[in-house]
Each structure stands twice: as structure tokens, then as C-alpha cells.
């Protein structure tokens, strides 16, 4: 069965004394839910989270890691250090990642191995850009991109990767694909993996929306069938704006 989930990607966003903030803000004020609650703060921070979030039913994870196991990569973080410290859960492929760090989906599916390898779980974020809607060819880049990154995995791989599709489009510039959009494709999704690793895979790997979600539409993208959650930019810096999104479901 799969989960609903909400992770809060903070980007390089708050310091540490804020992020200890946050997340005792997060901590006092969350309700009891059957839903997930992911935070990812900057790498600084990340064990000062683990060490707030213990005992709070609160998953931390690291926004990036290498696909190395070490050596001579000067500001690059290791999956071993990230598990040393408590951090399990690691966001890969992330659109600012894609563009602004150029990472392909071929050096993604190492950075996805090497996370399976230490025991990860993987969210994977893919998406079309605007320009790819607009010739009505989103469907093929968001094809091409989970088969070039992930459909090398074998069947057991899949109970540590949570998907999150991001419509690149909608991402800080206050655009939201519109519920029905969103169930479009994450339909489509989990129909490709059906095709590729049948049935059971594609009914229990848990899909998240990345465009925008907001407290006020929040409800309505969570109804729909094939939307486990979401993955959060904006929004998860405030404890309220946060927390109102986690009980959408």
C-alpha cells in the first residue's frame, strides 16, 4: 500500500538557528496523521534536523549527494556521510539540479544507484518545461526521463523510491498545473511503470506533485486518485503554510 507524503524542500533557505525554529515549530503544532512528513534542509543543518526530528515522526532528508563513494570532489557530499549522521532520504534530480548544475539523467541513475546501494530512499524528481507542454510533447520528456534514469532498476529497487513530478512550468512562478492536470499525468506514470515492472510496483510507489502546492489548493490536487502528496518548495518554510498542506489529505 502506498503512503501519502509531504516533503518540504527548503533549497538554500534558513540558517541554522532558524531551522531549529522551524522544525520545533513543525513538531508542536502537527496533528496526528498517517502522512509522512519529510524536511530537507541545507546540508549544514542536516544534523541538527535529524537530532530534533528524532522520536517526532519527522523524516529528514538531503537535497543532493554525489555519486561517488569519495575522493578528490571538493564541496561534494557522500552518501556514507549522509548516513552517518541519521539522513536516509536524499532528493535527486531536482529541476534547479537539471539546470542549473546541468545534471543529466544518465549521472542521475548513478547518483540513484549509489543511494540504493547505502540503503537510500530516493525522491526523484522529473518534469517537462513549459516550452515541452506547448508542443504537447510533455509525455515523451517525462517518459524519457524516468527510462533513462530509473527503468535500469531491478523490481526490489522500487520500495525505496518515491517519484516526484515537477511541471517545471509551475514551479515559483505561482503557476499550478490544475488538478486534473496533475492526475493526467501522474496516471501516465504510474501506467509506464506498470508496463515496465507490472502491477504491484506501479500500485505501491508513491507519486508526489511538485508545482506549487499551496494551503488553499492543497485539498483539491490531494483527491485526486493517483496523487500520494507533495513535494514543497515556498510553502515548508512556514510551520503553518506547511502543516496546513499535510492535512490536505
Request: hydrophobic share 40%; with cysteine.
Amino acid at each position: 500500500m502506498r503512503k501519502n507524503i509531504v516533503a518540504g524542500n527548503w533549497k538554500m533557505h534558513k540558517t541554522h538557528s532558524e531551522t531549529i525554529a522551524l522544525i520545533e515549530e513543525i513538531v508542536l503544532k502537527k496533528q496526528n496523521t498517517s502522512t509522512e512528513i519529510i524536511v530537507a534542509p541545507t546540508f549544514v543543518n542536516l544534523q541538527t534536523a535529524v537530532t530534533i526530528s528524532e522520536g517526532n515522526n519527522i523524516t529528514v532528508a538531503a537535497q543532493n549527494m554525489h555519486q561517488a563513494e569519495g575522493g578528490a570532489f571538493t564541496g561534494e557530499i557522500s552518501a556514507s556521510m549522509l548516513t552517518n549522521i541519521g539522513v536516509n532520504t536524499v532528493i535527486l534530480g531536482h529541476s534547479e539540479r537539471r539546470a542549473y548544475f546541468h545534471e543529466t539523467d544518465a549521472l542521475l541513475a548513478n547518483k540513484v544507484d549509489t543511494a540504493l546501494k547505502h540503503n537510500m530512499r530516493v525522491i526523484f524528481c522529473f518534469g517537462e518545461e513549459l516550452k515541452d507542454r506547448q508542443i504537447n510533447n510533455h509525455f515523451n520528456v517525462v517518459e524519457y526521463q524516468l527510462r533513462d534514469a530509473l527503468f535500469h532498476l531491478q523490481k526490489s529497487d522500487w520500495s525505496n523510491i518515491i517519484l516526484a513530478y515537477e511541471p517545471v512550468w509551475a514551479i515559483g512562478t505561482g503557476e499550478t498545473a490544475s488538478p486534473e492536470q496533475a492526475q493526467e499525468m501522474h496516471a501516465f506514470i504510474r501506467s509506464l511503470i506498470e508496463k515496465v515492472y507490472g502491477n504491484d510496483v506501479a500500485e505501491n510507489v508513491s507519486i508526489l506533485y511538485g508545482g506549487s502546492v499551496k494551503p488553499e489548493n492543497a485539498k483539491e490536487i490531494f483527491s485526486k486518485k493517483d496523487v500520494d502528496g507533495g513535494l514543497i518548495g515556498g510553502a515548508a518554510l512556514k510551520a503553518d503554510d506547511f502543516l496546513a498542506i499535510v492535512n490536505g489529505f
